[in-house]
């Protein structure tokens, strides 16, 4: 007999995930409904451009010391406190941590406030020309509006992550859907009472962000988890659990600040390209993050705490069969989700946002980045699985000494790609950056033993070839029939076509894997 490569609890799993990735893909779809708002009315211009210049600031931040650095330090240490600590140790730890996160976090808002003109020129230094001063001062206002943002979202991540450590996954799956309809009712009804109207969309997310707190310190409230504040700042920051997490923390931040400082660069660079080019590359990144949302962020979701209970209880075994499911299901659904975004980036982007101001030259341009990003997704979602193996076993500095590296090489990308390709050499960097970056995870998972493929597969990549040679000409046919950007005119049968391609697509490849053997008990319970 052979011996299961599965896990009886992988049921569980597979439902958690699937719990996330049900809300993540309504948080996308609300997602894409107001991008398509904000296209058809802003089109991809100066104004627009700036307001995604001013968006990507708290983004960078709140990625930097919550949903990246803090989540990635905090949860493993959560996760051991509750495992082999008391009740009060773990409302201790919880009280304070989130003191010690608000002071800080409360002290750079108010610093980024103030600085904001600084901070635009560095993120966009091409609005500073003389010609750019209107799109620079919107890009200020918008900043300033825009920065308490990062304060409500760090404490989203500390409720996230207790949530998710006590295995209530839907609460912080569902809650970035408030931002994206706090934004679509600020650009349908907000916009005209502001001058420019693109101001509303700044005010929308400050608000999204309010909404998004409260309902997750509800849920922790709910729990009994809700932390008690105090002004006890200097106990909390003296505190060696603090310390703990503090440590952990700083190798994360540099390790997640080096992916922060490459999608900086890349934005600075886009500011001095052609006007729109920041905006195409938003929506193309909006288009990547349905796959690496729905599935990416999922399982890594799902698996860090479990590996790092794993890790903690030294179940060895447990472990590498988390990480191998985690990378099957990341290959099985990765490859088609690339290969759909290259092959039908015309019909994507022509159908979600070539309506009103956006015209047939921004379909062109953001269908390039989209298709330069397929390059990358595969190794972004596997980054996703590879990454947090680390994380698990509180090892943060290997993940951070590979993102310098990757740095680095994808500076040296983008000054061969960009002087060719223009905004999308930007987008094709990062994904050969995010190759890299996963080869290079996968290969030191495997030299220092933490990692083992299990058997199987060779015959599940043999499985699986047949399945997507299918879905690829059908793609194909499709995108060599329909001319998607001459079917304006008639946008609900453009619609159509592409829910009928997808559609068609989805089902042959799961026809095609059922056909050849593959089953969902496989990824779901054990099998001799």
Not at 348 to 361: R, S
């Amino acid at each position: 007999m052979v011996r299961s490569v599965w896990h009886p609890n992988n049921m569980s799993l597979l439902r958690s995930a699937a719990t996330i990735s049900s809300f993540t893909f309504m948080s996308r779809i609300t997602g894409l409904v107001r991008d398509i708002l904000i296209a058809r009315s802003f089109g991809a211009g100066p104004l627009s451009d700036a307001f995604w210049v001013a968006f990507r600031i708290p983004n960078l931040l709140r990625r930097l010391f919550a949903e990246g650095a803090f989540s990635q330090a905090f949860v493993p240490i959560l996760g051991e406190v509750r495992s082999t600590g008391t009740d009060k140790d773990v409302r201790q730890l919880l009280d304070r941590v989130a003191l010690a996160l608000t002071s800080v976090l409360m002290l750079i808002t108010a610093l980024g406030m103030v600085a904001a003109p600084w901070v635009v020129s560095a993120m966009a230094s091409g609005m500073t020309a003389a010609d750019k001063q209107t799109e620079f001062h919107a890009a200020i206002w918008m900043t300033r509006t825009m920065f308490p943002y990062i304060l409500c979202m760090s404490l989203v991540a500390l409720a996230s992550g207790i949530l998710n450590t006590w295995s209530r996954f839907a609460i912080p799956a569902f809650t970035p859907i408030l931002l994206n309809i706090s934004m679509i009712l600020a650009s349908v009804f907000a916009a005209p009472y502001f001058d420019p109207p693109i101001y509303a969309l700044a005010v929308g997310v400050i608000i999204g962000g309010i909404a998004q707190l409260s309902v997750q310190w509800i849920a922790l409230a709910r729990l009994g988890l809700m932390p008690r504040y105090s002004f006890r700042v200097i106990q909390a920051w003296t505190d060696p659990l603090v310390k703990r997490v503090v440590k952990q923390m700083l190798p994360a931040i540099l390790g997640v600040s080096v992916a922060q400082i490459s999608l900086l660069i890349n934005t600075n660079i886009a500011t001095w390209l052609q006007a729109g080019s920041v905006t195409w590359l938003s929506f193309a990144d909006r288009l990547m993050e349905f796959p690496t949302a729905l599935l990416g962020v999922a399982l890594g979701t799902v698996l860090l705490p479990k590996l790092s209970a794993a890790y903690a209880k030294k179940q060895h075994e447990q472990y590498q069969t988390l990480l191998d499911w985690g990378l099957r299901l990341v290959i099985m659904l990765g490859i088609p989700a690339a290969l759909g975004l290259a092959l039908l980036a015309d019909g994507l982007v022509a159908t979600l946002f070539h309506y009103g101001a956006f015209n047939a030259e921004d379909v062109a341009q953001t269908k390039l980045a989209v298709m330069a990003y397929a390059v990358g997704l595969l190794a972004l979602l596997a980054i996703k699985i590879l990454a947090p193996a680390f994380y698990a076993r509180q090892d943060i500095k290997t993940p951070v000494r590979i993102a310098i590296m990757v740095l680095i090489l994808t500076q040296l990308f983008n000054v061969i790609f960009v002087p060719r390709y223009a905004h999308a050499g930007l987008a094709l960097s990062i994904g050969l950056g995010a190759s890299i970056n996963a080869l290079c995870l996968l290969y030191l998972l495997h030299k220092r033993h933490i990692y083992r493929p299990q058997s199987g597969w060779l015959r599940f990549i043999l499985r699986l070839i047949p399945a997507l040679a299918v879905m690829t000409s059908i793609l194909l046919v499709a995108d060599h029939h329909i001319d998607w950007v001459a079917l304006a005119h008639v946008p609900w049968q453009r619609a159509l076509y592409l829910l009928l391609t997808v559609g068609i697509c989805a089902l042959s490849y799961g026809f095609m894997l059922i056909l050849f053997g593959f089953r969902l008990r496989d990824f779901t319970k054990a099998r001799p």
